[in-house]
């Protein structure tokens, strides 16, 4: 079992940033696999970034490549999302997720992840 928590969430104006933490409990972050998804009023849930258990990363790349980073320490069993240059469209509920353990890396679909946080919304306006 894991237990996510997410914190950082606010409002936010264009441009602005924010950093986003995802504390586990359980069971450690490492060497476990980690992803940040979002939700928009109205939309479905969607992947932004994933970690592996050896640091290599992946993102979204049409919409949040270059502007957020994904880190983890282990030592505190805390997942990080460091959004920089936000804008009106990152405006939804960010949620952490832990994939089942035969997900593929990196995958895109809800339906493979295990353990979901709250969520922490993140509010950015014009």
């Known amino acids: 079992q894991v237990q996510l928590v997410e914190s950082g969430g606010g409002a936010v104006q264009a441009g602005g940033s924010l950093r986003l933490s995802c504390a586990a409990s359980?069971?450690?972050?490492?060497?476990?696999?980690m992803a940040w998804f979002r939700q928009a009023p109205g939309k479905e849930r969607e992947f932004v970034a994933a970690?592996?258990?050896?640091?290599?990363?992946?993102y979204d790349a049409d919409s949040v490549k270059g502007r957020f980073t994904i880190s983890r320490d282990n030592a505190k069993n805390t997942l990080y999302l460091q959004m920089n240059s936000l804008k009106p469209d990152d405006t939804a509920v960010y949620y952490c997720?832990?994939?089942?353990?035969?997900?593929?890396?990196?995958?895109?679909?809800?339906?493979?992840?295990?353990?979901w946080g709250q969520g922490t919304q993140v509010t950015v306006s014009s």
């Open positions: 970690i592996g258990s050896s640091g290599e990363t992946t």
């Open positions: 997720a832990v994939p089942k353990p035969t997900t593929a890396w990196a995958s895109r679909s809800v339906h493979d992840y295990d353990y």
């Open positions: 359980g069971r450690t972050v490492s060497p476990i696999r």
